[in-house]
């Protein structure tokens, strides 16, 4: 079998996580709702009508739904050609590749983010593969991402790690069965990531490439 390294991409490899925020803030003020950003970066990393029943409630108006979910994606694009990776993030992927991992990327972002979010990282020849939110009928919390980057890595649970920077990533590969690793750099506490179920917590991932040894994936 094959080992899989597995890796949510916003927060993780990438530092777009308060782009999310400011424009998830953006169109949710847009719609006439008035959310705090501290609330919003809690919620993101969940799937778009996850983040707004987690925001809004399960007994908003749906129909708004699209249309705040459209001004997301519309006001984020605006970013895509300046996406900032994080420091060491493409080097922990050829490291990992070149010790026999297969890193396949598991994210919330729907395609066209994640070729942005690929372009941003630059590893693609690291990269066996990514399992997108269009790949699956419900996004983290559920274990249905990391079950499908499994099925494409042709890898068990057993022989993979999750990296991963919210709790949601937490959730996911815990209910999944695989080993997770927590990142501080997407802003939530280490606590809560430990809570969630992380084996281990770094700062970004140039700290883990520097302890990757000592690391689950050591």
Known sequence: MNRAALFDVDGTLADTNHLHVT???EALRQGGHHVAMHDIHRAIGLPGEDLLA????????????????????????????RLPRLDSAAELLRELDR????VVLVTSAKD?????????????????????????????????PVLH??????????????VGDTVWDMKAATRAEVTCVGLLCGGIPRRDLEEAGARA???????????LDSSPFG
Do not use: C, N
């Open 99 to 102: 010790r026999g991992w297969r």
């Open 201 to 211: 917590v770094y700062e970004h991932p140039a700290d883990l490439l520097g302890h």
């Open 54 to 81: 987690h925001l809004l409630g399960e007994d908003r108006d749906t129909s708004e739904d699209d249309t705040l979910s459209a001004a997301h994606d519309t006001l984020y694009a605006t970013y895509f050609d």
């Open 23 to 25: 424009s998830w803030w």
């Open 112 to 144: 066209t983010e994640l070729d942005a979010l690929r372009r941003a990282v630059d590893a693609d020849d690291a990269i066996a593969a990514t399992a997108s939110s269009d790949d699956v009928e419900e996004g983290k919390p559920a274990p249905d």
């Open 149 to 162: 980057a499994l099925g494409l890595a042709d890898a068990s649970a057993r022989d993979a790690v999750f």
